[in-house]
């Protein structure tokens, strides 16, 4: 953690700017809800479709929220990215894994009644079959995450 | 012809100012879902506190960088930007990386730029360093994306502009922007577009006044561009905050 932090405040002080990405494979959070025993299709946790707005070249709180949340969840994704079964596991323990159903739960919309959620991390590439990466317990769906 | 220093300098704290207030209104608009993210023992409450006070803190420091220090406040100038550097690094620790990502990193040299320019009280030379660091930072910026870009194939193929403007997954496209990127031409050229002019960015330190005005002038399309295209709005403002220093070093 302190490690972390250090490297953090370094890149701050030292920037590489190699900050790349060829879009080759993309990280997504999927939620479903549970009532009564039942549970819903899985869906994507941040909307597929394309913004028509161009305000946003203003003033974009929403959309930098948002990337941000990504921001996160691809950092918590990239220890379990490689299936290591430690790596998994230290992961379900994480106070980060908390963070990210905070993240779900503050995003469920409220159309369909829920008691319990579940949320999965998928990697997916153009043309090639999706990755589960994990899959949460089921959680509750009011209540604090933290 | 050149830029004098005090315009310079005057113009990247509008520049950079703006850009941190417009962060302020955005983190404080979306205080809760930022708060979710704040490593620590307390409760998302506690921290969207935090937040709040911490943010208010920078608007105001930002609100002098935007309307001018004056005669009286100068004195004091480098207090502004050491507030703002401490506060940028302690939201790093809470949130575990930048707030904003790219343009944090960015906004957080030119504050370290306008420090060691303001400290040119003591040493007029440190007016030129600060605005040197500023345009290195700039420079290198533009570079190392466009060398990592060019050694890509995925980029050099325009696959990776394709894949962007398909899917959501990065960025919320802009809706006009995802029809386009159906042409495999036009993904292409945007790619070549992109790679050439930031591999060539250094140049601006080469060319006369026309010429950079010409190549800055392209570099804001850009920033604008992503913008509206992909919601990257706080770059305009933390890169054309070291388009001043630019136009000051030949």
Request: glycine share 6%.
């Given at each position: 953690?302190?490690?972390?932090?250090?490297?953090?405040?370094?890149?701050?002080?030292?920037?590489?700017?190699?900050?790349?990405?060829?879009?080759?494979?993309?990280?997504?959070?999927?939620?479903?809800?549970?009532?009564?025993?039942?549970?819903?299709?899985?869906?994507?946790?941040?909307?597929?479709?394309?913004?028509?707005?161009?305000?946003?070249?203003?003033?974009?709180a929403?959309?930098?929220?948002?990337?941000?949340?990504?921001?996160?969840?691809?950092?918590?994704?990239?220890?379990?990215?490689?299936?290591?079964?430690?790596?998994?596991?230290?992961f379900?323990?994480?106070?980060?894994?908390?963070?990210?159903?905070?993240?779900?739960?503050?995003?469920?919309t409220?159309?369909?009644?829920?008691?319990?959620?579940?949320f999965?991390?998928?990697?997916?590439?153009?043309?090639?079959?999706?990755?589960?990466?994990?899959?949460?317990?089921?959680?509750?769906?009011?209540?604090?995450?933290? | 012809?050149?830029?004098?220093?005090?315009?310079?300098?005057?113009?990247?704290?509008l520049?950079?100012?703006?850009?941190?207030?417009?962060?302020?209104?955005?983190?404080?608009?979306?205080?809760?879902?930022?708060?979710?993210?704040?490593?620590?023992?307390?409760?998302p409450?506690?921290?969207?506190?935090w937040?709040?006070?911490?943010?208010?803190?920078?608007?105001?420091?930002?609100?002098?960088l935007?309307?001018?220090?004056?005669?009286?406040?100068?004195?004091?100038?480098?207090?502004?930007?050491?507030?703002?550097?401490?506060?940028?690094?302690?939201?790093?620790?809470?949130?575990?990386?930048?707030?904003?990502g790219?343009?944090?990193?960015?906004t957080?040299?030119?504050?370290?730029?306008?420090?060691?320019?303001?400290?040119?009280?003591?040493?007029?030379?440190?007016?030129?360093?600060?605005?040197?660091?500023?345009?290195?930072?700039?420079?290198?910026?533009?570079?190392?994306?466009?060398?990592?870009?060019?050694?890509?194939?995925?980029?050099?193929?325009?696959?990776?502009?394709?894949?962007?403007?398909?899917?959501?997954?990065?960025?919320?496209?802009?809706?006009?922007?995802?029809?386009?990127?159906n042409?495999?031409?036009?993904?292409?050229?945007?790619?070549?577009?992109?790679?050439?002019?930031?591999?060539?960015?250094?140049?601006?330190?080469?060319?006369?006044?026309?010429?950079?005005?010409?190549?800055?002038?392209?570099g804001?399309?850009?920033?604008?561009?992503?913008?509206?295209?992909?919601?990257?709005?706080?770059?305009?403002?933390?890169?054309?905050?070291?388009?001043?220093?630019?136009?000051?070093?030949?």
């Amino acid at each position: 953690m302190i490690a972390t932090t250090l490297s953090n405040i370094l890149k701050l002080f030292l920037p590489s700017w190699n900050f790349f990405n060829d879009f080759s494979t993309f990280l997504r959070l999927d939620v479903r809800t549970i009532h009564d025993g039942c549970e819903s299709e899985w869906r994507p946790l941040y909307s597929t479709a394309p913004t028509p707005s161009i305000r946003r070249i203003f003033f974009n709180a929403d959309g930098n929220a948002e990337l941000l949340e990504k921001t996160f969840i691809d950092r918590m994704a990239e220890n379990i990215a490689d299936e290591d079964q430690k790596a998994v596991k230290r992961f379900e323990s994480d106070t980060n894994i908390l963070m990210l159903a905070g993240i779900a739960r503050s995003r469920l919309t409220t159309t369909q009644p829920a008691d319990q959620f579940q949320f999965r991390l998928v990697m997916a590439s153009p043309g090639e079959a999706e990755e589960v990466l994990f899959v949460s317990a089921h959680l509750p769906a009011q209540g604090e995450s933290q | 012809m050149t830029l004098e220093p005090t315009v310079a300098i005057r113009a990247t704290q509008l520049l950079i100012g703006i850009g941190i207030a417009l962060q302020a209104a955005e983190v404080l608009a979306t205080r809760s879902a930022h708060a979710r993210l704040c490593i620590g023992k307390h409760p998302p409450d506690f921290w969207a506190q935090w937040l709040t006070a911490k943010i208010l803190v920078r608007l105001a420091l930002s609100a002098v960088l935007i309307v001018g220090f004056g005669k009286y406040l100068q004195v004091i100038e480098p207090v502004f930007y050491m507030g703002l550097i401490f506060s940028s690094v302690g939201l790093v620790i809470r949130l575990n990386g930048p707030l904003g990502g790219g343009s944090d990193s960015m906004t957080f040299q030119v504050l370290i730029g306008l420090l060691i320019a303001a400290l040119g009280v003591a040493n007029p030379i440190l007016v030129q360093v600060g605005l040197g660091w500023i345009a290195a930072q700039s420079v290198l910026s533009y570079f190392i994306a466009g060398v990592a870009k060019l050694r890509n194939e995925n980029w050099r193929r325009g696959l990776a502009i394709r894949n962007l403007m398909r899917s959501n997954a990065a960025y919320t496209v802009f809706a006009p922007a995802r029809r386009l990127a159906n042409s495999g031409t036009l993904c292409l050229a945007a790619s070549w577009a992109i790679i050439l002019f930031e591999v060539a960015f250094p140049a601006v330190l080469l060319l006369p006044w026309e010429g950079k005005l010409a190549m800055l002038s392209a570099g804001l399309l850009f920033h604008i561009t992503n913008a509206v295209v992909l919601g990257l709005n706080r770059f305009i403002w933390a890169w054309g905050a070291t388009y001043p220093a630019l136009l000051y070093f030949t």
